[in-house]
């Protein structure tokens, strides 16, 4: 179904480029929606999930400063999602020697066994939202992303 009749718009979009980019950010937040429903029955937020991911996968020690751009979110952001999964006791932080500012996150014993737990799921969601697109579609979906952040990168002046 075309966005303008998903949407209920009285006229087509006139500028294909405006249409484009709603379609994006339309479509990612109904997976995101689909998201917090998934993650909502284990007490997790989707930016929690996340940080859970991004700590499974890492290799070697993380700054939750290096955690934050990994994930691209701000410093009082991470700071407020490690705060809340600390107090769940699914991450820890510990100071670095030396640098009473920087802190190391590792996901305790609880936390990987919840991440173990949750993953599957999230990626049998993902197979399930993305079964119509073969693999080769898949591959350019990802080849159109990273041309458009490189070009929104352009623009804001970035690499």
Avoid at 28 to 42: I, K, M, Q, T, W
Avoid at 93 to 110: C, D, F, P, Q
Wanted: aromatic residues 6%; positive net charge; charged residues 25%.
């Amino acid at each position: 179904m075309s966005l303008a009749a998903e949407l209920h718009l009285d006229r087509p979009f006139s500028d294909l480029r405006h249409e484009t980019l709603l379609n994006i950010v339309h479509t990612a937040g109904l997976f995101s929606a689909v998201g917090e429903a998934l993650f909502r029955p284990f007490g997790l937020t989707q930016a929690q999930f996340n940080v859970l991911f991004a700590l499974k996968y890492k290799i070697g020690p993380i700054t939750q400063a290096g955690l934050g751009k990994r994930l691209v979110v701000s410093r009082a952001s991470i700071t407020s999602v490690l705060d809340k999964l600390e107090r769940k006791q699914l991450v820890v932080r510990e100071s670095v020697s030396g640098n009473r500012r920087i802190y190391h996150v590792s996901l305790t014993a609880k936390g990987r066994a919840m991440i173990e737990q949750v993953e599957p799921l999230y990626r049998e969601r993902i197979h399930a939202a993305l079964a119509d697109l073969s693999d080769a579609e898949c591959v350019n979906v990802i080849r159109y992303m990273e041309r458009m952040r490189a070009q929104t990168a352009k623009m804001r002046g970035g690499a």
